[in-house]
């Protein structure tokens, strides 16, 4: 029996971004609960959160100043109940995001922290001392510039891994573990169905504290991999390298293990949640049931171009690479990473990428996560203004690339769009009306909204049109749901050397089926022979509407981009 997570597609929300109720240019939690039919109807089965607690917005909310609360702009903690009731009630599952690594620095926890050195709470984030009239070591922020902040009024450092805003709690103190603990049970004692878990790898840091042994600076890395043309592979590899090793010493360190085992432990207290880990690292599934439910298969999107080789080498070693009873869970984009179209389109079959994209997410093995608006086509929004950015990290790289590289400022804004996050969490465009029907005509909506609502990618114009990618959505994940093989099934790639298409199976021996899934990724056709023990499939799913044929397995065709699953039939 598989339980609700490795059945259920994840639908993620950027809860300032996904329905304004009141106006004020901001998503609230009463609009996101006016849109929940919206879900249901899409055919979703549970929803992510990105952080939703009252935050200064230093890091757009994952700088948390009170872990037990909803922000005031997204309404009151009874808003958030009631969102979460009514998700239930329309059986989807809601789960939140989980910030360990860090506070924000105005929690109240670190205003102690900071107070006086004899202070209780001193211990709970990490102070040191300054080494030479400088910060502790050499270690940088993966944000940019060191990873210490001077504090005068103690006149010592503290350790933020991310922004100075945000300072990295102190994991070594028990008394922290048992303050976030009793956050995780405050959630799960309000019925929310499990947590995605911020940023696990940095949650410990080396105790020695040794300097890095990178000769570059950061801002050299970044100069000199900038500087690269496409063709130096070799340099480019060597000084992507050189940026890991930066980090050696901040990552990754063995005691995490022991918390997140802790930390399962806490949660299966509670019967049917789930916790999935913002990591690529395998080892977060420990045993395969002692960490993390799920782990994201990032490896899967870190390409500019997804090929059928790209995903059958990445499927082959992920799958192999699970420990014993360990569940996949793949996705193509989330709210720090480009849009799915922007990604991967080729800017001349966007449309036809945009379903291969989904096809992929429905069709391989493991749980998928889509991130809001992707199913209208939702596009990166490039920026046209500094003034305009919320991103911190598009800000920090602007000004750095202007005054410590001297980079005009158009160079240094399309380097900002590409670093910062902004342009791909932009207000949810609901329909061809003012602000796309996300805020009344005339309000400013907290960031830009993308003008492209009026050309059709939006909700309402898609709804009525058959051959909408809303459509397609909704129709594939409808299929997803009535076709258990898909689901349940084991991966078993074909026609591995094929370079246009992607073919494999999905074998449910449970449920006595199996599907056939080609996803020509490529704008050729192609005639295919399939050698398998059955010679004739039912077609479930086209994207050329074929469904109901009987399709004979040793001579196939299929149409440029076109995505076709069939149910394997008995030999006739
Ligand atoms: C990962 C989050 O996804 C990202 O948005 C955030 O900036 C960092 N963690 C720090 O919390």
Not at 388 to 416: C, K, N, P, T, W
Not at 427 to 455: C, D, E, I, K
């Amino acid at each position: 029996m598989l339980a609700w997570w490795q059945k259920a597609v994840f639908y993620q929300i950027y809860p300032r971004s996904f329905a304004d109720s009141n106006g004020d240019g901001i998503s609230d939690f009463p609009g996101m609960t006016a849109r929940l039919d919206y879900l249901q109807d899409l055919g979703i089965d549970a929803v992510w959160l990105s952080p939703h607690y009252p935050s200064p917005q230093f890091d757009c909310g994952y700088d948390i100043s009170d872990y037990e609360d909803v922000a005031p702009e997204y309404g009151t903690l009874d808003d958030f109940k009631r969102f979460l009731d009514e998700a239930h009630r329309r059986n989807i599952r809601v789960i939140l995001d989980l910030v360990l690594n860090h506070t924000s620095h105005e929690h109240p926890w670190f205003l102690e922290s900071r107070s006086s050195r004899d202070n209780p709470k001193r211990d709970w984030y990490i102070w040191r001392d300054g080494k030479d009239g400088g910060p502790p070591n050499n270690w940088y922020s993966i944000f940019g510039g060191s990873a210490w902040e001077y504090d005068p009024t103690t006149d010592q450092y503290y350790y933020h891994f991310f922004l100075k805003e945000q300072p990295d709690l102190n994991w070594r103190n028990p008394e922290v573990k048992k303050a976030m603990f009793d956050v995780v049970r405050f959630w799960l004692d309000m019925g929310v169905d499990g947590f995605r878990l911020d940023a696990v790898s940095t949650i410990f840091e080396d105790p020695e504290m040794p300097d890095h042994p990178v000769q570059f600076t950061q801002l050299d890395l970044y100069k000199a991999l900038l500087a690269l043309r496409g063709e130096e592979k070799e340099r480019a590899a060597y000084l992507r390298a050189q940026r890991e090793e930066l980090f050696k010493y901040q990552r990754d360190m063995p005691e995490v293990h022991e918390l997140m085992q802790e930390l399962r432990s806490v949660v299966d207290e509670y019967p049917d949640r789930v916790l999935v880990g913002e990591s690529d690292q395998i080892a977060f599934y420990g045993d395969g049931t002692n960490e993390l439910h799920l782990v994201f298969n990032f490896p899967l999107m870190r390409t500019d171009r997804l090929t059928p080789a790209w995903v059958r080498a990445n499927q082959r070693e992920r799958l192999a690479a699970l420990p014993p009873g360990a569940w996949p869970c793949n996705t193509l984009g989330n709210h720090d990473s480009p849009r799915v179209i922007s990604h991967f389109g080729d800017g001349e079959h966007d449309a036809e990428w945009a379903r291969i994209c989904l096809a992929l997410m429905l069709t391989l093995k493991g749980t998928p996560f889509l991130y809001y608006g992707e199913e209208i086509g939702m596009t990166d929004l490039p920026l046209q203004d500094i003034g305009q950015f919320r991103d911190m990290l598009g800000v920090r790289a602007y000004h750095a690339f202007v005054q410590e590289m001297g980079m005009s400022h158009e160079e240094a804004l399309a380097i900002a769009n590409q670093v910062g996050r902004d342009k791909c969490r932009t207000p949810m465009q609901w329909a061809n009306a003012p602000n796309a029907g996300f805020s009344p005509a005339g309000v400013q909506t907290w960031l830009p909204v993308n003008p492209n609502y009026t050309q059709g990618v939006n909700v309402q114009d898609q709804l009525d049109d058959p051959d909408s990618l809303l459509n397609f959505y909704r129709r594939m994940l409808r299929l997803r749901r009535e076709t258990p093989a898909l689901i349940a099934g084991e991966y078993e790639p074909l026609h591995e050397d094929a370079e246009d298409y992607l073919a494999f199976l999905r074998h449910s021996e449970a449920d006595g089926q199996t599907c056939l899934v080609v996803l020509n990724m490529s704008d050729r056709s192609h005639r295919l022979h399939f050698d398998l023990e059955a010679t004739r499939a039912r077609c479930l799913f086209s994207s050329r509407t074929r469904e109901g044929t009987v399709d004979d397995l040793t001579e196939l065709f299929i149409a440029p981009f076109e995505v076709y699953i069939a149910e394997l039939t008995h030999r006739i």
